[in-house]
């Protein structure tokens, strides 16, 4: 009964509200309630920065201009925004805090993702260390060996599906590695963490929601006894420093561990997913990337800000405050679409060209800025420079062929399946990935 009531508090009533004000014309509520969206999101953001810099709607405040959602980002001034903080009706909050389903998720208190100084950085130096430039450019070795073995995996084959034998293999196997999970669980960490994704969406659909709590009460199971476990044989990883350290209590342990589990992979996923989509339908730059190699890094900003695996996140003004020249008063929402604020025109020339050579798409808000800037963007940035430079070297000839459908998520913007031709594999390995 408790997760009925959570998902009519948190999706069901606001779902209905946001379909309402999509067909009274309202730029938001359509971005997050039309399915046509999840295929192009982002003429949605231009028609919102079309109506000014920072525009109200009957949700929340939108912004999609570039400055305005950087300067939210790093303003002490705003802060997140669990779902017991967001702009509902009082006795809708009352049924949040009463339908509590003491279940650990990357959106609910006492999640990183959800808090604020003082409590957001204790969490965060309790993490950081796993995610320091020296921790990071350990991994290399191991995010090139075990390339290579999807890669020697997929040699042979005709056809595969990118996502599932590619994309999504090998962060998995590194944040399981970081967080000490067993091998033989990295399917079941796949299964959980997808099932979960749709909770960082508004409108989820009952069967959708159930299927995440269900999702994530595995998760939390299985967790309890993989802690458990480390607390008694610790190994070399940042669960067990975090298991016998004593910073963090029970339940922030259990958030940090979901939380970092969850958003070790999805944003690689979709990155390299997306990446591969983009190189598809622009093979010119695929082309200067044959060329000269040393072009992939600021070919991977440039994914990134062109089609931004996390497309919206949202703040709270913790007291009066004006923006642009407009008041915002204490309380209220502010959605930030970092997805569309990612091809501002006053920020990036030509912004809806795909270009790998363009000298400022490291200025994009894909990673988020200022406290809340995602811990793992270095990791992500070197597991997806590796992987789509890899794949292309091995299998020269790749080709996607067929329909590549989206998840059909609104926030985490990616691939459910990309059918490809693998062609001929190369035999040998360049060591510079």
Known sequence: MKSLIRWATLHGAPGLFLRLQARRGDPLAALLSDPRARENPYPYGDRIRDRGRIVRTPFAWVVADHEICRNILRDKSFGATPPESMQLPRPMRAL??????????????????????????????????????????????????????????????????????????LPIAIITEILGVPTEKRDFMLEIGHAGAPLLDIGLSWPVFRNAVAALRRSQDFLVGHIDRLRSDPGDNILSDLAIGGQLSSSELMATATLVAGAG?????????????????????????????????????????????????????????????????????????????????????????????????????????????????????????????????????????????????????????????????????????
């Open 265 to 433: 992979f999805e944003t690689t996923v979709n990155l390299i997913g997306n990446g591969a989509m983009l190189l598809h339908r622009h093979p010119d730059q695929l082309e200067l990337l044959r060329a000269d190699p040393a072009r992939w890094p600021g070919a991977i900003e440039e994914m990134l800000r062109f089609d931004s695996p996390v497309q919206m996140t949202s703040r709270t003004a913790l007291c009066d405050n004006e923006i642009a020249g407009v008041p915002i008063a204490e309380g209220a929402m502010i959605s930030l679409l970092l997805g569309s604020a990612n091809r501002d025109p006053a920020v990036f020339a030509d912004p809806n060209t795909f270009d790998i050579d363009r000298p400022n798409a490291k200025d994009h808000l894909s990673f988020s800025s200022g406290v809340h800037a995602c811990l793992g963007a270095s990791l992500a940035r070197m597991e997806g420079a590796i992987a789509l430079r890899a794949l292309y070297e091995r299998f020269p000839d790749l080709r996607i062929v067929g329909e590549a459908p989206h998840r059909g998520l609104a926030n985490l913007r990616g691939y459910q399946h990309i059918p490809v031709v693998l062609g001929s594999a190369r035999a040998q390995h360049p060591v510079s990935w």
């Open 96 to 169: 949040l805090r009463a339908s509590d389903l003491k279940l650990a998720s990357p959106v609910d208190l006492p999640s990183m993702l959800v808090v604020d100084p003082p409590e957001h950085t204790r969490y965060r130096k309790t993490v950081a260390q796993a995610f320091t430039p020296r921790a990071v450019d350990r991994l290399h070795d191991r995010i090139v060996e075990v390339t290579v073995e999807l890669l020697d995996g997929l040699a042979g084959r005709d056809r595969a599906d990118l996502i599932a034998d590619f994309a999504l293999r």
